[in-house]
Antibody, heavy 119, light 107 residues
Framework: QVQLQESGPGLVKPSVTLSLTCAVS?????????WSWVRQPPGKGLEWIGE???????NYNPSLKSRVTISVDKSRNQFSLELTSVTAADTAVYYC????????????WGQGSLVTVSS | DIQMTQSPSSLSASVGDRVTITCRAS??????LNWYQQKLGKAPKLLIH???SLQSGVPSRFSASGSGTDFTLTISSLQPEDFATYYC?????????FGQGTKVEIK
């Protein structure tokens, strides 16, 4: 059973970089799956941020592309998200998720990590 | 980006009711449509993929249909554990996008 676990600061100040890591267990990050980040502002809907393959190939949501970097650490079986120049609008629960292959069908999710942007 | 619109935004129903949720895409997405259930404070859970394929372990009271731009999710007999928010999501083109959600509440 694949499990994903997000970790990172719960509070970040405006204008800094938000960093989160997703640890994968019960499966290899070097499988054929792609790995995604999805976020959900409090009380709102879901927004896809971007995805990565173990090869290092990435795709990002154009709405966030200028501020997002997703990276992979195969030795630790984890992948990470960096979002620069954050504002209050970036306050959200951040989920990591596994895709079925490269299908953008999200079959396994982490439990989510609430990140609040506030001074 | 492809816009996904769900209706209704919320509904009240009783245990045992048949419930139908609609999702419309802003352009044709063939059958690249997935449904998720999200309970309060939890991550979304994949229910249906490819418009009508039930994910392993999902009860058979859940079914879905549609193709092109119009899709439906049906719960044949609502159970207490089904009270949640349901999201549709298109996987036809990048970026994948979600509907705004339909909250199913207890009547």
């Amino acid at each position: 059973q694949v499990q994903l676990q997000e970790s990172g600061p719960g509070l970040v100040k405006p204008s800094v970089t938000l960093s989160l890591t997703c640890a994968v267990s019960g499966g290899s990050i070097s499988s054929s799956n792609w790995w995604s980040w999805v976020r959900q502002p409090p009380g709102k809907g879901l927004e896809w941020i971007g995805e990565i393959h173990h090869s290092g190939n990435t795709n990002y949501n154009p709405s966030l592309k200028s501020r997002v970097t997703i990276s992979v650490d195969k030795s630790r079986n984890q992948f990470s998200l960096e979002l620069t120049s954050v504002t209050a609008a970036d306050t959200a629960v951040y989920y990591c998720a596994r895709e079925v292959g490269a299908s953008s069908i999200f079959d396994y999710w982490g439990q989510g990590s609430l990140v609040t942007v506030s001074s | 980006d492809i816009q996904m619109t769900q209706s209704p935004s919320s509904l009240s129903a009783s245990v045992g009711d048949r419930v139908t949720i609609t999702c419309r895409a802003s352009q044709s997405i063939d059958n690249y449509l997935n449904w998720y259930q999200q309970k309060l404070g939890k991550a979304p859970k994949l229910l249906i993929h490819a418009a009508s394929s039930l994910q392993s372990g999902v009860p058979s009271r859940f079914s879905a249909s549609g193709s092109g731009t119009d899709f439906t999710l049906t719960i044949s007999s609502l159970q207490p554990e089904d009270f949640a928010t349901y999201y549709c999501q298109q996987s036809y083109s990048s970026p994948p996008t979600f509907g705004q959600g339909t909250k199913v509440e207890i009547k």
